[in-house]
Every structure is written in structure tokens, then in C-alpha cells.
């Protein structure tokens, strides 16, 4: 009798990762530290350990022992189905990495386990399901035309043809949150540093299809990164300067592994190289910006990439701004809750985290709470308009340092 085929497979997999299944030891600290298990009310569903010892389950019954002598042990489409649900409802914030006893790469783990379930059509997660067909077909997720992302500069605004010095602008400052592009923009302006950028050339980064395992189909993710790598060459950019976490992170860590290729320019984030100018003494302060400010960690940026300091610093920098820090902050910071496609596939989940988030500001008693990405921006505003918190306001740190240098955005088109 031919014995059955295994329910699932190991597409996907590294043989690292795969030793990491084993390597759990089921101590639970990335139970403690889950941002999505808290606000889900501590399903258990969510919990790290529990989606590594299922998917290792899964693992025994198509390739154990007794699966090597009896074969494999169906898996039901209705396991496989409520385990998508729960491997999705995860931000890939990586918090579990950062407390995992055996140093396991979660991130990376949840990604593999995204990607395989896509391959077997069990997933994406809802909405995210579109991402590929937006990203493929406009270029960007938001199913705007892409000439619409540089063409509402208004008039003063230099950008140059070609330039050393190049602005991603990304899409969701570019076309949702153009206040940041243009505030980076006029910045730079005002500091005579001439950049470019890639207007309607540029392409979504691909963040969202990576995060959600979707980027090996039709190659969409490494035709794209290609695409966006020659362009910015053809610009003769030497430095390529980001005010998106979610951008920056594809671009240092995820285009060289889709291309398989080094990265032919130095990427930044906007207040890295901010942080070089304040330094500098560069930087001329025209305004006191007299607010206590806390700041929220990116996880694209912060975990994800180890640049903790410069937003800091450039906060701390700015003329009358107290800077105080939440409870949780650095390699220990709560997440905002939008990332890894749950702001698009769960907006309760991602909402419920926001409102967490926003509790631990108001903790800090701050006027203000700063991030260093658009995305971070809006969904803790959504955090901070669900639980009625109408007096704190919500703004990016490269907005607080264009207004304290005497920069108008009043004319920031919504």
C-alpha cells in the first residue's frame, strides 16, 4: 500500500532554520514580551513558543520516525488553515528574537513559514492578498497612480535630475503622509544639499510582500528591488537617504538577498545623516519647539537594523524639547502593531497594540510622541484617537526638525 504523501513540506526552509524548531526550549519568555498576544487578550494561538512547537508538530507527523515507518499523518486543512490565522496575526516585530533563550531568528522563521503556507495556498492573510496585484500593477500598495508621487511638489521644492545624494521617498510618505516628503525635501533644501529622486521611477520597496511571504511569486520582489537598485544608479547617487523605517530595512537587508548582489551606493536613514550634520554644527535652529517628546522605536529601524541613537539625538538637539522615555524603549520597545501586513489583515489587532503603545507614552506624561516612520506615525495616531487621548500629539522626528529650522509645512497637502 503506497504510503501517503506528507501534508506539508520544507520549501522555504533553511537547514538552520529547521534546527531552530528544535531548538525552542519552551521557556515562554517570548510569551511575556508579545505585543500581539497581549492585545489579543493572551490567545494562545499567538504566542511565539506555541507557533514553533505547532509547526514542529507538523514536522514530526510528515517526517518523524513513526512517519518514516508508517508514513506520514494527515495534517487537516482546518489545523493548517487556524494555524495561518495565527502565524499572521504577527507584526514580525522580532521582540521574541530579542528575549529568545536559544537565539533563534524569529523574524526570519515567521517569514519561511509565511512563504511556505503561500506556496501550499493557505495563505496570505486576508486583504493582504491584493498586495501583489497593487505593488505588480501600480507599483505601490495604495493603488495610486505613480506619477502622483512627486508631482504635488510645490514650486520651491529642488530636486535635482542627478545628485550624489538621493531621497527614497517610499510610498506611503509619497502618496498618504506627504507632510514627511515634504518636509524632507524642503530640509534639505534649506541645508543646500542637493539631492534627487526617483519620482515616478520609483517602485514600492517590496516590504510588504516580503513581510508577508509573498515575494518569490512571479518574482515580483527581486525584479522590483532590481529595478529601484538601477535606477537609483542611473541617478549617480552615492548615499540614498530614507525617512521610512519599512523602506530603509528592505533596502539594507532585503534587496542584497533577492538580488543576491551587494548594494552599489551607502543607504541611511534621514536622521543618521541628520545626526552627522548636528554634529557638524551644521544646523541652524530658527524655532523653540516647547514640548515634553517621547519617541517610539521603529522595529524597522530599531530592532531590525540597531540605529537607536540618532533620532535621539536629533530630538534632544531641538531647542526646547524635553525629552523623557517611555518604560519600553531600544531593543525592548513595544511595537506600534502595523507591521507584518496585520495593519492590512487584522486592523483590530493592529489597533488593539497602537492603544498599548500609546498607553505607555501617556505614562511619560509627554506632550508629543515621535517616530522615525510614516507607518509607525499612522497607527499610533489611530492608537491615540481609540483610547481618547486628543491632547497628545503624533509626529514624525524629521517634521519636528524642519519646523524647528524655521520651515513652513502649513501648505503639506493632507
Known amino acids: 500500500m503506497a504510503k501517503r504523501e506528507?501534508?506539508?513540506?520544507?520549501?522555504?526552509?533553511?537547514?538552520?532554520?529547521?534546527?531552530?524548531l528544535d531548538s525552542c526550549s519552551r521557556c515562554g519568555e517570548c510569551v511575556n514580551w508579545c505585543p500581539t498576544y497581549d492585545a489579543s487578550g493572551e490567545d494562545p494561538g499567538l504566542a511565539p513558543r506555541d507557533k514553533i512547537l505547532r509547526w514542529r508538530e507538523f514536522m514530526n507527523k510528515s517526517y518523524g520516525l513513526r512517519a518514516r515507518l508508517f508514513g506520514?499523518?494527515?495534517?487537516?486543512?482546518e489545523e493548517m488553515e487556524e494555524f495561518k490565522d495565527d502565524v499572521y496575526g504577527c507584526t514580525t516585530c522580532g521582540m521574541c528574537a530579542t528575549v529568545c533563550e536559544s537565539a533563534i531568528n524569529?523574524?526570519?522563521?515567521?517569514?519561511?513559514?509565511?512563504?511556505?503556507?503561500?506556496?501550499?495556498?493557505?495563505?496570505?492573510?486576508?486583504?493582504?492578498?491584493?498586495?501583489?496585484?497593487?505593488?505588480?500593477?501600480?507599483?505601490?500598495?495604495?493603488?495610486?497612480?505613480?506619477?502622483?508621487?512627486?508631482?504635488?511638489?510645490?514650486?520651491?521644492?529642488?530636486?535635482?535630475?542627478?545628485?550624489?545624494?538621493l531621497y527614497f521617498g517610499g510610498c506611503t510618505a509619497e502618496?498618504?503622509?506627504r507632510k514627511l516628503a515634504l518636509a524632507t525635501t524642503r530640509l534639505l533644501n534649506k541645508l543646500d544639499i542637493k539631492f534627487t529622486m526617483l519620482g515616478e521611477d520609483e517602485i514600492c520597496c517590496g516590504s510588504a510582500l516580503i513581510r508577508t511571504g509573498q515575494y518569490f511569486i512571479n518574482d515580483t520582489a527581486k525584479v522590483n528591488a532590481q529595478k529601484n537598485i538601477d535606477n537609483i544608479k542611473a541617478k549617480g547617487a552615492k548615499i540614498v537617504l530614507y525617512a521610512c523605517a519599512g523602506c530603509f530595512r528592505a533596502s539594507l537587508i532585503d534587496?542584497?538577498?533577492l538580488t543576491g548582489k551587494e548594494l552599489p551606493f551607502k543607504v541611511m536613514h534621514?536622521?543618521?545623516?541628520?545626526?552627522g550634520l548636528i554634529e557638524k554644527g551644521d544646523i541652524k535652529w530658527e524655532k523653540s519647539i516647547d514640548k515634553k517628546v517621547t519617541y517610539h522605536d521603529p522595529c524597522h529601524l530599531g530592532?531590525?537594523?540597531?540605529?537607536?541613537?540618532?533620532?535621539?539625538?536629533?530630538?534632544?538637539?531641538?531647542?526646547?524639547?524635553?525629552f523623557v522615555e517611555m518604560e519600553r524603549i531600544e531593543e525592548n520597545q513595544r511595537c506600534c502593531g502595523a507591521g507584518g501586513g496585520v495593519k492590512a489583515g487584522i486592523p483590530d489587532l493592529a489597533l488593539g497594540v497602537a492603544s498599548t503603545r500609546v498607553d505607555d507614552a501617556l505614562a511619560t506624561e509627554a506632550d508629543l510622541l515621535s517616530s522615525a516612520c510614516?507607518?509607525?506615525?499612522?497607527?499610533?495616531?489611530?492608537?491615540?484617537?481609540?483610547?481618547?487621548?486628543?491632547?497628545?500629539?503624533?509626529?514624525?522626528?524629521?517634521?519636528?526638525?524642519?519646523?524647528?529650522?524655521?520651515?513652513?509645512?502649513?501648505?503639506?497637502?493632507?
Open 6 to 20: 506528507p501534508s506539508i513540506n520544507t520549501e522555504n526552509f533553511t537547514a538552520v532554520q529547521l534546527m531552530e
Open 72 to 77: 506520514p499523518k494527515e495534517i487537516s486543512e
Open 106 to 165: 524569529t523574524v526570519e522563521l515567521w517569514e519561511s513559514m509565511r512563504a511556505n503556507l503561500v506556496k501550499r495556498g493557505n495563505g496570505p492573510f486576508g486583504k493582504q492578498s491584493a498586495f501583489l496585484k497593487l505593488i505588480g500593477e501600480y507599483k505601490n500598495p495604495y493603488m495610486e497612480d505613480n506619477a502622483n508621487r512627486v508631482n504635488w511638489f510645490p514650486e520651491d521644492v529642488k530636486v535635482e535630475d542627478e545628485a550624489e545624494i
Open 175 to 177: 502618496l498618504k503622509q
Open 255 to 257: 534587496w542584497p538577498r
Open 270 to 275: 534621514i536622521t543618521e545623516y541628520l545626526q
Open 303 to 322: 530592532r531590525h537594523v540597531g540605529v537607536f541613537e540618532p533620532p535621539r539625538a536629533v530630538l534632544e538637539a531641538i531647542p526646547g524639547i524635553e
Open 374 to 414: 510614516p507607518f509607525c506615525k499612522r497607527n499610533l495616531s489611530d492608537g491615540r484617537d481609540a483610547v481618547g487621548a486628543k491632547d497628545l500629539e503624533v509626529e514624525d522626528v524629521v517634521v519636528l526638525a524642519a519646523e524647528a529650522m524655521g520651515i513652513d509645512l502649513s501648505d503639506a497637502p493632507e
